[in-house]
C-alpha cells in the first residue's frame, strides 16, 4: 500500500523525483504535479510504511546503462547489476557488448543474469580495432535509443575503453568501477595500462578500490568524484564462496596432490614469454612429485595451442576448459597455491588464504605485494621455479602469504557504488 502509494508520488512527479538516504538523512526531491494533492506528511507517511528500501527510490525514467563484454567484467560488475535491479527503481540496462561469448554467459548464468542488450562483436582472431569500432558503432544506436543518465564501465579492457569512448562521444556521464589502477607502464599490461588511463580522463564518477588507486586518481589530473569502495569481486567471490561450490576435474585427486592453479591469458606473455612460463612450470613439477598443475585454459587459440603442445602429454597436468566462476572458486579454495597473469585472481585469491605468484613483469595491484600476499615473479623459468619452490618447500614461508589480509575491500563495494550513484544521478537531474 504504502510501496503503492511512494510509486504513485513519483510518477506523478513526472520523472523529476528521488528519495533516498544519504548520510543518514532522508531527502525527497521533487515536485508533486498538479492533481495530486498531497500533504507533507502524506509523503513522509508512505515512505516511513513503506517496506521498499526507500534509500534507492528513484523515478523509473531516470536509467543507466552498465557495459560489459569479457568475463572479469561480468563477474564484478553482477554483484552490482543485482544491487541495482534489487534495491533500486531506476531502470538499468545491462548490454553485452559480446567480446568474449562462452566465458560471459557461463557468469551471466551463475549470478541469473539476463542482458537487455547484446551487440554480438565476438569473431575469431579479433583485432583491438575490431573491438574498438564494433562497440562505438553499436552502442551509438543504443545510447541514441535509451538515453541514459549514466553509463557504468568496469575496469581496463578495450570494452571498457570503447564503451566509456562512445558514452563520452553523446556527453554522457561515465562510472568507472575499479578505477585508478596503474603499473606506470604505458605497454604493460597492454592495451590495458591505455584503456585505463584514458578511462579516468573522460569519466565523472571514480570507484577507486584501495587508497592507493585514489591517489593514482589524484596523481592523474582527473574531473569528478573519486570515492573509494572496495574492489567489487570481493562481493561476487563471497557470495559464491558461501555456496560451497566444487571444482571436480576428471583424474585429479584433490587428496593426493598439492594442487597449484594456473592461468595465462596475457597479450605481453604471448610467445617466448608464456613457452618461459611453461618450462618454469615443468621445472616445479620435475623438483615436486607431490604437486599437480591445474590449468584451465583461456578459449584464444594463440595462448591456448602452445600450452596444449607443451603440457597436454604430463601425467600430472590436467588442462580444461575455462572453469565457471563457482568452479573456479571451488579450485582456489582447495589448491595450495596459484600462478598466474590475471588480475582478478590476485584480488581474490587471498580472501581464501592462498598465495599468489604473479606471472608478469608489472603489476597494478602492488597492494597485494605489499600486502605480502602475492609476489610478483616474472615470466623467467628459474625465477618462477624458485619462487614455487620456496613456497613448496619451506611451510614457514607459505604461512606468512596465506595469512596476509586482503587489501581488496570488505564485500561491501556494490552497496556503497548504488548509494554513490543514486546520490549523484538526484543531483545532476537537478530535481528541484
Ligand atoms: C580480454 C581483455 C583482458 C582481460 C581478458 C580476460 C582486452 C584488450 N583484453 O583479453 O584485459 O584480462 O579479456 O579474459 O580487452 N574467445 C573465445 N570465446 C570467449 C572468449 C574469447 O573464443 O568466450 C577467443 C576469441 O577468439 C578472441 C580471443 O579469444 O578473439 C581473444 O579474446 P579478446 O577479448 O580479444 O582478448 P583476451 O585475451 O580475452
Known sequence: ??????????????????????????????????????HASEILYAIINSQTQISQMIAPSVSICIILGTRPEAIKLAPLIQQFRDRSSLKTHTILTGQHREMVDSVMQLFQLEADRDLNIMRPKQSLTDITGNTLRGLEEIFREIAPSLVVVQGDTTTAFSSALAAFYQQIPIAHVEAGLRTDDLFNPYPEEA?????????????????????????????????????????????????????????????????????????????????????????????????????????????????????????????????????????????????????????EAPSLGKPVLVLRETTERPEAVAAGTAKLVGTNAEAIAKAASRLLGDPSAYQLMANAINPFGDGTASEQIVQIVTHYLSEKEKIK
Open 1 to 38: 500500500m504504502a510501496n503503492n502509494l511512494l510509486r504513485k508520488i513519483l510518477r506523478s512527479c513526472n520523472g523529476r523525483a528521488i528519495i533516498y538516504y544519504f548520510k543518514n538523512i532522508l531527502i525527497f526531491k521533487g515536485r508533486i504535479g498538479q492533481g495530486f494533492p498531497l
Open 195 to 347: 584503456n585505463r588511463r584514458l578511462i579516468s580522463q573522460i569519466a565523472q564518477l571514480h570507484f577507486a578500490p584501495t587508497p592507493l588507486a585514489v591517489d593514482n586518481l589524484k596523481r592523474s589530473g582527473v574531473t569528478g568524484e573519486i570515492h573509494q569502495t572496495g574492489n567489487t569481486v570481493i562481493d561476487a567471490l563471497l557470495t559464491v564462496a558461501k555456496s560451497h561450490p566444487e571444482c571436480q576435474v576428471r583424474g585429479l585427486d584433490w587428496e593426493r596432490h598439492r594442487v597449484l592453479l594456473a592461468t595465462v591469458h596475457r597479450r605481453e606473455n604471448w610467445g617466448q614469454p608464456l613457452e618461459n612460463i611453461l618450462s618454469g612450470f615443468e621445472q616445479v613439477l620435475a623438483e615436486f612429485p607431490d604437486t599437480a598443475l591445474l590449468l584451465p585454459l583461456h578459449r584464444n587459440p594463440i595462448v591456448r595451442t602452445p600450452i596444449q603442445n607443451r603440457l597436454e602429454k604430463h601425467a600430472r597436468v590436467f588442462l580444461t576448459e575455462p572453469l565457471d566462476y563457482s568452479q573456479l572458486v571451488g579450485a582456489i579454495q582447495k589448491c595450495y597455491l596459484l600462478l598466474t597473469d590475471s588480475g582478478g585472481l590476485q584480488e
